[in-house]
Every structure is written in C-alpha cells, then in structure tokens.
C-alpha cells in the first residue's frame, strides 16, 4: 500500500480561511459607481402619487409615533450611506427585474396605480404595486410585493421560531389602507425572499415555490378592521405635528409588541410598557430592530426619547 504524502495539508487547509483584501477594487469600483448613478437619479428622494398632500402610504413603515411625525413634519433626513442604499435598493431591483413577468401573468390588472387617500379622511396618496379586477369593473384585490432577507422570510412563513409570525405589520396597514380607499374586496401580501429556505425545512407553501415565497390574504372585514385604527393614529400625529416644537412621545405601535409600549432608548431600540394604573411600574420591556435604521435616530436622540410629557399619553 503507497502511503500519501500529507504533509501540506494543514497549509492547504488554511488557505480557506484567507481574509478578504482590506483594498477591493473591482466591488468598490462597482459599487461606488452605482451609488453615484442612484444619487445622480434622485432615488433616495422619491416623489409622491399626488404633489402637495403630506403622507404616503409608505410611511405606515413608520411604528413608531415621532418616527411618523419626523416624515410628516419634512425632518431633514441624511442621503442614505452606500451601505443603506444597496440594501434599500435590493427590493427595487427585484421589482425591476419582474416587471414583464407581472404584466404578463396579470394581463387584465393595473401596475403601480396611483391613489387618493383622502377619501378615507388621510390627506396622502400611495402607490398600489397591482390592482385586479371584476369584470364589472370593481376592484377584486389589492396586491402589494415585498422582498426580505431569509432569516425574515424563516420567521414569517414557516414555524422556525414557533408559529409563522406572518408578514410585517407596516406592509398590511400600507394594502389595508390602499384598499379602503379603493373599496377593494381583499389585500394580497406576497413576499419574495432573498434566499432559499433549506430544501428539509418544512414551509406552508408545498414544493419549491415555498422556499422563496409566500402570500397573505385578509378579506374586507379583517383588512377594513386594521385600516380604521391606522387611520385614527395617522389623524393623531398628525395633530400633533401642528404643535409647534412639540417633542411627539416614541409610542410604537406594531403587532409583536404590546399596546402602550413606547422606546425609552432610541440608541438600543429598548421599549417599556408601564403599568396603566401605576406609571412607575414597568410592566414589560424589550426591543426592535428599526430604531437601528431610523433616519431620525440622531435627531431622536438629540430631541429624549421620553419627553417629559410621556404620562399625558399613556
């Protein structure tokens, strides 16, 4: 039996864990060129379906109050960094890259329809990534696409962390209010995800289709319920943005986190919940992820995260 020379194995070995190089050329070359050309275009500043009105459906991303009235108010906000650009850019160019499969696999709907909010008593406009129809003529469903990472995707669509957590509830209020004001039969929230699940991991969509994607469906009274108390909070901040230099409380409002709940530390994304009859009694606490993403999160941090005010709405 010959016996193997083996004595450069540990070299070979090694050589897998080779750390990238501290001065890329060709990703940096790429990759300031395209963040050029997105500023260049303005991308970090579109504008809304209808001039002059001061909310967009989109800010229904916005979970948290002074968050909301940041964007109302026009709060100078930094061009995102390269970084926060290509990751909010990711989802645009999924769009981009189906935009003929969509028409052609929904012949008979309408694409990136323009809508009126204010009949629903918001003053803004949005957006409607698709709206099918009956063949009256009245509108069938609203359907909104959105990309997510896979960690998302896992905890959303499958039972990874216990029961699927379903989609973001930003995502649904910003359908849910598109198809009140378009009395719209149902909301459809499909999700594409970034990356594959595993092939063994077990999701609810059969085949796989379910490792990538998965969609929602709320009929008029489960989509009209949610809308109604969106449309309140919206009318709320934006009262309170017509108080002059009124610090607006960091209330969140998101289903994964309990009602009442407000961020003490925008520095950590900590929240509080006090106790109604006790207010200085914590009751419960944690955090969330979008304080790390906010624009504002400076000029929170600059303006107390809990204004001294805190107990009049809480």
């Avoid at 809508?115 to 509108?139: C, E, F, Q």
């Avoid at 699940?197 to 489960?222: C, I, N, Q």
Wanted: glycine content about 6%; charged content about 25%; overall charge negative.
């Amino acid at each position: 039996m010959v016996k193997k020379d083996l004595s450069d194995l540990q070299t070979v070995r090694e050589s897998y864990g080779k750390q990238p190089t501290s001065e890329p050329l060709y990703v940096k070359a790429l990759a300031e060129t395209w963040y050029q050309e997105y500023q260049d275009k303005g991308e970090h500043m579109k504008g809304t379906a209808i001039e002059g009105l001061p909310y967009r459906a989109s800010y229904t991303a916005f979970r948290c109050d002074r968050q909301l009235g940041y964007a109302l108010r026009n709060t100078p906000r930094p061009i995102p960094n390269i970084a926060d650009a290509y990751r909010m850019s990711l989802g645009t160019l999924v769009h981009t890259g189906l935009e003929h499969a969509i028409q052609t696999a929904f012949p008979n709907a309408k694409f990136e329809v323009k809508v009126d909010l204010r009949s629903i008593g918001i003053p803004g406009s949005a957006h409607a990534d698709i709206v099918t129809y009956h063949p009256d003529g009245s509108v069938d469903a609203v359907v909104e696409f959105k990309t997510v990472n896979g960690f998302g995707f896992k905890s959303m669509a499958t039972d990874f962390k216990g029961p699927a957590q379903g989609p973001r509830s930003g995502h649904v209020l910003q359908a849910a209010l598109v198809a009140m004001a378009l009395d719209a039969d149902r909301v459809v929230i499909a999700y594409l995800a970034m990356e594959n699940l595993s092939p063994t991991m077990k999701s609810y969509v059969a085949g796989d289709l379910g490792r990538f994607a998965a969609e929602w469906h709320y009929d008029r009274d489960e989509y009209e319920a949610k809308a109604l108390g969106e449309i309140d909070r919206i009318k709320h901040v934006i009262d309170l943005t017509e108080l002059p230099d009124y610090i607006i409380p960091t209330q969140v409002h998101d289903d994964a986190i309990p009602f009442g709940a407000y961020i003490n530390d925008p520095s950590r994304g900590q929240w509080l919940r006090l106790n109604a009859i006790d207010p200085n009694l914590i009751e419960d606490t944690g955090t969330v992820w979008f304080c790390n993403y906010c624009d504002w999160k400076d000029q929170c941090l600059t303006d107390n995260a809990v204004p001294v005010n805190i107990k009049e709405h809480f």
